[in-house]
């Protein structure tokens, strides 16, 4: 079992920053994939930002340039850097990990994650 705890999320103007967490522990290993994924009201969940356990990283195009994931293996911790944020990243923002592939390449396809963090809502205004 994996436990994902995010953490970060709040209220920004448009055009502000973020940092969201997402700490893993049970039986988690560095060799997971992780991703980042969001879900609007009344809009179904998309993919964010991947990396995954050989540490490639992929984007959703309308995060490229602005969003960037990175991980602390010594932590066992996700990071989610947002800049310049818009009002259509308004969104409950969850982490999720694939543990059933190990030092695979970056994933968004939210069907081969199979543990989600309870996530933290990112609102920002205009």
């Not at 209220?11 to 969201?20: F, I, K």
């Amino acid at each position: 079992q994996v436990h994902l705890l995010e953490s970060g999320g709040g209220s920004v103007q448009s055009g502000g920053s973020l940092r969201l967490s997402c700490a893993a522990s049970g039986y988690y290993r560095t060799s997971y994939g992780m991703a980042w994924f969001r879900q609007a009201p009344g809009k179904e969940r998309e993919g964010v930002a991947a990396i995954g356990g050989d540490g490639n990283t992929m984007y959703a195009d309308f995060v490229k340039g602005r969003f960037t994931i990175s991980r602390d293996n010594v932590k066992n911790t996700l990071y989610l850097q947002m800049n310049n944020l818009k009002p259509e990243d308004t969104a409950m923002y969850h982490c999720a990990a694939d543990s059933t592939r190990f030092n695979a390449g970056p994933s968004l396809w939210d069907a081969e994650f199979n543990y989600w963090g309870q996530g933290t809502q990112v609102t920002v205004s205009s």
